[in-house]
T-cell receptor, first 113, second 115 residues
């Protein structure tokens, strides 16, 4: 069975500082990993994904994520946070044998001005 | 390109009543998903369609939930009768195909409150 853990319910960071939102996963095969962002009263919006290849994946709005197979992690990062980045972030995983995309419980990111 | 459309955006019903949600995916997207998102949790897949066929409905409570995608385009999700624990946001998503690496595009969701 596949699973995703987002160990932090809430992350606070000052505007202009780097941010990291953590994600670890468990799958039986090779993982496909995704990050989505959810703004209030809106659906989830795709940010980036890892399929294969380069461990550093770049996505929308200046976000990037690093795939680490040995630590089974896929942390979301941004070098300089903006107030507008404040939202709920979800990590999700799917392996080659699974029909379903499994989501983590989400991390609320608050960027303080 | 138009996104995934859902209606209604909000619905309040009493327990034991029935309710239906509608979804129109992105044009050309063969795969359609319905998710349930309970407050404080990540979305949980209820059912997945490929064109008008069901790919996965293993987590759909079939005694009360039903879904259809008759012409392989738009879809409806029904709950009958509703229970208090069905209060959640129901999200519809679509993707180009069944490939595991395809990202999904989500609609704004329908917030259901069961009293």
């Amino acid at each position: 069975a596949q699973s995703v853990a987002q160990p932090e319910d809430q992350v606070n960071v000052a505007e202009g500082n780097p941010l990291t939102v953590k994600c670890t996963y468990s799958v039986s095969g090779n993982p496909y990993l995704f990050w989505y962002v959810q703004y209030p009263n809106r659906g989830l919006q795709f940010l980036l994904k890892y399929i294969t290849g380069d461990n550093l994946v770049k996505g929308s709005y200046g976000f990037e994520a690093e795939f680490n197979k040995s630590q089974t992690s896929f942390h979301l990062k941004k070098p300089s946070a903006l107030v507008s980045d404040s939202a709920l972030y979800f990590c999700a995983v799917r392996d080659g044998s699974a029909r379903q995309l499994t989501f983590g419980s989400g991390t609320q990111l608050t960027v303080l001005p | 390109e138009a996104g995934v459309a859902q209606s209604p955006r909000y619905k309040i019903i009493e327990k034991r009543q029935s309710v239906a949600f509608w979804c129109n995916p992105i044009s050309g997207h063969a795969t359609l998903y319905w998710y349930q998102q309970i407050l404080g949790q990540g979305p949980k897949l209820l059912i997945q369609f490929q064109n008008n066929g069901v790919v996965d409905d293993s987590q759909l409570p079939k005694d009360r939930f039903s879904a259809e995608r008759l012409k392989g385009v738009d879809s409806t999700l029904k709950i009958q009768p509703a229970k208090l624990e069905d209060s959640a946001v129901y999200l519809c998503a679509s993707s180009e195909g069944l490939a595991d690496y395809n990202e999904q595009f989500f609609g704004p969701g329908t917030r259901l409150t069961v009293l």
